[in-house]
């Protein structure tokens, strides 16, 4: 039923470490680029990391660049978020999502529109 399944979300201390985990439910999303976006209560969802099929380029929202990692395991259909550092502004609803092509050279990684599966979300929330 969904796609996409998200996990490793939680509550977390400010300057703690988070590991989110995105596994394909059902299909493979080998050849899709991927990313991860977040939403808070009252804002609209927001891009936070994208990963070309391969792997072989990422892409950061500026308020996780130097902080997050982002990566993919082909072999077993999933896809990670390190995020490192945690600040209470990372509080959020956090999704992985494909994208309709291998990369993100279409439309962009930051458009939603261009990614075609969601998953559920997972909760992530900072205390400061």
């Known amino acids: 039923q969904v796609p996409l399944v998200e996990s490793g979300g939680g509550s977390v201390q400010a300057g703690g470490s988070l590991r989110l985990s995105c596994a394909a439910s059902?299909?493979?999303?080998?050849?899709?680029?991927m990313g991860w976006f977040r939403q808070s209560p009252g804002k609209e969802r927001e891009f936070v990391a994208a990963?070309?099929?391969?792997?072989?380029?990422?892409y950061y929202a500026d308020s996780v660049k130097g902080r997050s990692a982002i990566s993919r395991d082909n072999a077993k259909n999933t896809m990670d978020l390190q995020i490192d550092t945690l600040k209470p502004e990372d509080t959020a609803v956090y999704y992985c999502?494909?994208?309709?092509?291998?990369?993100?050279?279409?439309?962009?990684?930051?458009?939603?529109?261009?990614?075609?599966?969601w998953g559920q979300g997972t909760q992530v929330t900072v205390s400061s």
């Open positions: 999502a494909a994208r309709f092509q291998r990369d993100c050279s279409d439309l962009g990684c930051y458009y939603e529109r261009g990614y075609a599966h």
């Open positions: 990963i070309t099929w391969s792997g072989a380029f990422v």
């Open positions: 059902g299909r493979t999303f080998s050849t899709n680029a």
